[in-house]
């Protein structure tokens, strides 16, 4: 599967965004769908993950009262709506794929179809 990742962009404190990652090549029925983000000089973490067939959400427990992710079945594409912002939130956000269930609860693998990435700029 290719993944298109988009919505990246520069946004004060407290502002609002919407990530899209839109794929193509497979049906998406049976994948798990997930997004990340690497800040400078930092490890890449889990951001939020989504199973296809039956839409249940994952959420790092840090990140779900401000982060929700869904689907557009009819667009085979998946969206991050972030509120709230802050400066910490300053990442490159990836969109993922796999075909076979997380390895732990932070969504360390198997995830082989990665997007390019999207840049998310929050000023103070």
């Known amino acids: 599967v290719q993944l298109q990742a988009s919505g990246g962009g520069l946004v004060q404190a407290g502002g609002s965004l919407r990530l899209s990652c839109a794929a193509s090549g497979r049906t998406l029925s049976s994948y798990y769908m997930g997004w990340f983000r690497q800040a400078p000089g930092k490890v890449r973490e889990f951001v939020t993950g989504?199973?296809?067939?039956?839409?249940?959400?994952y959420y790092a427990d840090s990140l779900k009262v401000r982060f929700t992710i869904s689907r557009d079945n009819a667009k085979s594409t998946v969206y991050l709506q972030m509120n709230s912002l802050k400066p910490e939130d300053t990442a490159v956000y990836y969109c993922?794929?796999?075909?076979?269930?997380?390895?732990?609860?932070?969504?360390?693998?198997?995830?082989?179809?990665w997007g390019q990435g999207t840049l998310v700029t929050v000023s103070s």
């Open positions: 989504i199973y296809w067939s039956d839409g249940n959400t």
């Open positions: 993922a794929a796999s075909k076979y269930p997380p390895y732990d609860n932070n969504w360390s693998g198997p995830f082989v179809s």
